[in-house]
């Protein structure tokens, strides 16, 4: 696969990778996101898009689950964000402990707007969002308890998102994501802005995730007072998404070669600490190529991937490609 092709899911990179250790894949043919690997010791592994079985079940599970990890990761003494979780109405009526949408609400006040409200355990940034008043709480909440019925109130933090991949170990990748935005040129609407952006990100081989009807999209021109007919100056940002995750467009910014070696110690012990073996770990800190001096631990996921990342350029990709043949020693082994 060359940085030509365009095409950076996990089964392109197994595809590539699996013949040079004499081994065979075979995987779904309509979306090719899940297979199985026979290696040439007769051993069989399955994976589903970025999920493999490096890491131990009830790991994976509890990383997973957003706040659960952070009681855990508090516990040992890392950082993370206040928060609290909130039940559905459902889950209100099973539970001794109740905790209501209009408790979330008065927790939120109590800790003070702007929050993050994100449903417990979604992910790809799914619904994650930054609330700055009542109104854009209860419209968030109550898309969240539709589709979940656990949903997380946190505090705010500040800071520049960085993902560290750990592997075994080992420093894989570390790069910096900002969330999607557009700039003006004076002559296009907002609409054809994000639409342009969109194309760029499909020619660069990164799939875009970006929906027009994404409520998160409609509050951020609201507070702005803008509409999807608005024509920016030039030179104006407009920050689409608050989330910087890659799934809805973000920027990538490779720091694999620039991070400190404190990070890195940091991102290994909080991955053993959590029992895993594969961990992308998420900071909001100000640089991860200097010494640590604060930073806010803000999610680990215990199926990380590199196919964004890969889009960067040829260096990425052989990253990349590194990091998914170090994968396939790892399952052939055991």
């Not at 001794?96 to 409200?117: C, L, M, N, Q």
């Not at 007919?229 to 940002?237: P, Q, S, Y």
């Amino acid at each position: 696969m060359t940085t030509d092709d365009k095409k950076y899911s996990v089964t392109e990179f197994l595809k590539v990778l699996v013949p040079k250790i004499n081994a065979t894949l075979t995987s779904e043919p309509e979306f090719e996101n899940v297979g199985f690997i026979i290696f040439k010791n007769g051993k069989k592994e399955y994976y589903k898009n970025t999920s493999f079985s490096l890491n131990s079940f009830a790991a994976a599970e509890i990383a997973k689950d957003k706040n659960y990890t952070n009681f855990f990761l508090k516990r040992m003494g890392y950082k993370v964000p206040e928060g609290q979780t909130f039940f559905s109405n459902k889950l209100n009526s099973r539970l001794s402990i109740k905790r209501t949408i209009y408790d979330g609400f008065e927790y939120a006040k109590s800790i003070g707007f702007p929050v993050v409200i994100k449903p417990n355990n979604l992910s790809r940034g799914r619904l994650v969002t930054k609330i700055g008043n009542e109104e854009e709480y209860y419209e968030t909440a109550e898309k969240i308890f539709s589709v979940a019925d656990v949903m997380l109130v946190e505090r705010f933090c500040y800071g520049n998102d960085f993902r560290v991949l750990v592997l075994d170990e080992e420093i894989f990748a570390a790069y910096q994501r900002e969330p999607l935005k557009i700039i003006g040129n004076g002559i296009s609407q907002i609409k054809k802005l994000i639409v342009e952006k969109q194309n760029d990100l499909v020619k660069a081989g990164r799939k875009a995730d970006i929906d027009f009807n994404d409520y998160r999209l409609t509050q951020n021109l609201k507070r702005n007072n803008y509409t999807m007919d608005t024509i920016l100056d030039r030179g104006i940002v407009f920050q689409i998404l608050d989330n910087a995750n890659l799934s809805t467009g973000g920027a990538i910014y490779d720091f694999t070669s620039k991070i400190h070696r404190e990070f890195k110690e940091l991102a290994i012990n909080i991955t053993k600490d959590m029992r895993l073996r594969l961990c992308g770990v998420d900071f909001l800190t100000d640089d991860i190529s200097k010494p640590v001096s604060d930073y806010t631990l803000i999610e680990i996921n215990a199926s990380p991937g590199l196919n964004n990342f890969a889009s960067l350029g040829a260096e990425q990709l052989a990253i990349a490609h590194s990091f998914y043949f170090r994968v396939l020693e790892l399952l052939e082994k055991g």
